[in-house]
Each structure stands twice: as structure tokens, then as C-alpha cells.
């Protein structure tokens, strides 16, 4: 199983960007998914999270501000980031709780990352 996360860049503040975490490989479910970050010097933080079905979670500082969504049937989970800010400055992480066909298992897995820098 492997999630890739693609999407970051350098913006300055006020701008938007989409994330986007692509799962792939035998999976059988894909359960609860987030986004994490991490900042420089900093641990790594949840920003948002959605439920199988599509309950979500948004971490204060992003709330109303950033829009967490996936499409079960691509295996593809996304996040909108509106008017960003210099302190949503961070390398992002997909994570997912995924059930594999073989092995016959359910595990959490992290994707990659992808950076996302926002300028004064």
C-alpha cells in the first residue's frame, strides 16, 4: 500500500492550494483519513481528519479556512487550503487507516509529504 501526497508549493499569504493524497495497491477499505504537518523545529500536528463517512475534524487554527474531502472510489482525499498563512508553513502528511486484502490486515500508513510554504 502506498499513499502519495502531491500538491505543495511556495504562495504567498492569502493564497490557496489543494493537497492531494493518492492511495493505491490491495486495499480492501479505507477507513479514517487525516492530513498532518509539520513545521520547522516543531512536532507534527493533525489539521484535519475524515471519517468513511466524511465526519470531519478540523484543528482551530485551520478551521473555516481549510476544507478536508475524499472520493471513496478513486481512493483519493483532498485539502483545500484558503487564505493561507506564514504559520501554515510545513512539510504535510497524508495518513490512513487501511484495511489490505492480503495480508489480511488493517494498519495506519503515512504518506511522503509534500511542503507547502506561504511567504509574507
Known amino acids: 500500500v502506498q499513499l502519495q501526497a502531491s500538491g505543495g508549493g511556495l504562495v504567498q499569504a492569502g493564497a490557496s492550494l489543494r493537497l492531494s493524497c493518492a492511495a493505491s495497491?490491495?486495499?480492501?477499505?479505507?477507513?479514517?483519513m487525516g492530513w498532518y504537518r509539520q513545521a520547522p523545529g516543531k512536532q507534527r500536528e493533525l489539521v484535519a481528519s475524515?471519517?468513511?463517512?466524511?465526519?470531519?475534524n478540523y484543528a482551530d487554527s485551520v478551521q473555516g479556512r481549510f476544507t478536508i474531502s475524499r472520493d471513496s472510489v478513486k481512493k483519493m482525499m483532498y485539502l483545500q487550503m484558503d487564505k493561507l498563512k506564514p504559520e501554515d508553513t510545513g512539510v504535510y502528511y497524508c495518513?490512513?487507516?487501511?484495511?489490505?486484502?492480503?495480508?489480511?490486515?488493517?494498519?495506519?500508513?503515512w504518506g511522503q509529504g509534500t511542503l507547502v510554504t506561504v511567504s509574507s
Open positions: 475524515i471519517t468513511s463517512g466524511s465526519r470531519t
Open positions: 495497491g490491495r486495499i480492501s477499505r479505507i477507513n479514517d
Open positions: 495518513n490512513a487507516e487501511i484495511e489490505t486484502t492480503w495480508p489480511f490486515r488493517t494498519s495506519y500508513y
